[in-house]
């Protein structure tokens, strides 16, 4: 009898916590119903305004699940907590390099014709597809109207910034006739393979192929394009080096402030007086973004970084993410001649 009763008891807990669980997932579905949030309304009837049908936007925002993972992942992003040794440990292996390569020689004519109308080399095109999203095998887990509207509603600081991404992603949706609960991406709502946030998808993507659509979830060429017209638009420089190699002393020295995401102000003669020395003679006016990066052993690498580094760093503000695709980007021309 004592074990019918534990069992009957079981069967309740169990039950219990099934009823628990799915009340719990339909109030994460529900948590962004417009009919019970008035933050969620007022942006349905901005959209609306802008042309968007409001029956279908409800539908969608019914669909909308909250996410704490989401929430989580925006305070351990990797260009916060890691050194440089580190951070370059993740991209800088040669699967990567290899695949890099394998992606120019299947692209070839795009690259070149990228090239050709941007300015932009096709390395590093590449190694920038090659660090988002692995030459498009990883562009994300996460649904991007899951990760915009929990981080639009949600996020502590940045919540009017991803209210206008989520409001973009809608636009974008609809208006190419795309299901916004089957997207995904990243936890912060890049999207693609080059993973642009909705407002650069809507500023920078390009039909690259000409077929109508500008598709940077499932079509190369377009991203491609994309990535190359950002950073033509950001004021890439054509044939303008990355970045110089520099020596200087085992202690930082305090008058220079380094790896800034800044457009680069400090010249060359100053960089010199402070004690830093170009690894090759560059002009001494020349403004650049004095580096200063962290190897296993404790020591310090310089290098200075020309426009072109300030340009990757408007699509990743990190000194970190800029350096990785410039060295990816190098391993994998190399790689390419090597080949020839």
């Given at each position: 009898m004592n074990r019918a009763r534990n069992r009957a008891g079981g069967y309740l807990m169990t039950a219990l916590m099934a009823c628990s669980i799915?009340?719990?997932?339909?109030?994460?579905?529900?948590?962004?119903?417009?009919?019970?949030?008035?933050?969620?309304?007022?942006?349905?009837?901005?959209?609306?305004?802008?042309?968007?049908?409001?029956?279908?936007?409800?539908?969608?925002?019914?669909?909308?699940?909250?996410?704490?993972?989401?929430?989580?992942?925006?305070?351990?992003?990797?260009?916060?907590?890691?050194?440089?040794?580190?951070?370059?440990?993740?991209?800088?292996?040669?699967q990567r390099i290899d695949e890099g390569a394998a992606f120019i020689d299947e692209y070839a004519d795009t690259l070149a014709r990228a090239e050709e109308v941007y300015g932009v080399p096709r390395e590093v095109i590449t190694a920038i597809i090659g660090v988002e999203t692995y030459y498009g095998r990883h562009k994300g887990q996460h649904r991007v109207l899951d990760s915009l509207a929990t981080l639009a509603f949600h996020h502590p600081v940045r919540g009017d910034f991803f209210r206008g991404e989520l409001a973009a992603f809608l636009k974008i949706a609809y208006e190419q006739g795309v299901e916004p609960t089957e997207l995904y991406g990243s936890y912060a709502g890049a999207m693609g393979y080059p993973q642009f946030i909705p407002t650069s998808y809507q500023a920078y993507a390009v039909d690259f192929d000409d077929d109508g659509i500008r598709d940077l979830w499932e079509n190369p060429v377009d991203a491609i394009g994309s990535v190359a017209n950002y950073f033509a638009v950001h004021g890439w420089q054509r044939d303008s080096a990355i970045y110089h190699e520099a020596n200087g002393p085992d202690i930082p020295p305090e008058s220079l402030t380094f790896n800034q995401t800044s457009a680069p102000t400090v010249t060359v003669s100053a960089v010199r007086e402070a004690g830093i020395e170009p690894q090759h003679v560059l002009d001494p006016t020349l403004p650049v973004v004095p580096l200063m990066l962290e190897l296993s052993d404790d020591s310090v690498r310089y290098r200075l970084g020309e426009y072109n580094f300030y340009v990757i760093t408007r699509y990743n503000h990190s000194h970190l993410y800029a350096m990785a695709v410039a060295e990816l980007s190098e391993a994998i021309e190399q790689q390419v001649e090597g080949e020839r």
């Open positions: 799915s009340a719990v997932w339909a109030d994460e579905r529900a948590h962004f119903d417009p009919q019970q949030h008035e933050r969620t309304q007022q942006l349905v009837d901005e959209l609306v305004a802008e042309g968007l049908p409001e029956e279908w936007l409800t539908e969608t925002f019914n669909q909308a699940a909250f996410s704490q993972g989401v929430l989580d992942a925006m305070e351990g992003a990797a260009e916060r907590r890691l050194r440089w040794y580190e951070y370059r440990d993740i991209f800088m292996t040669q």
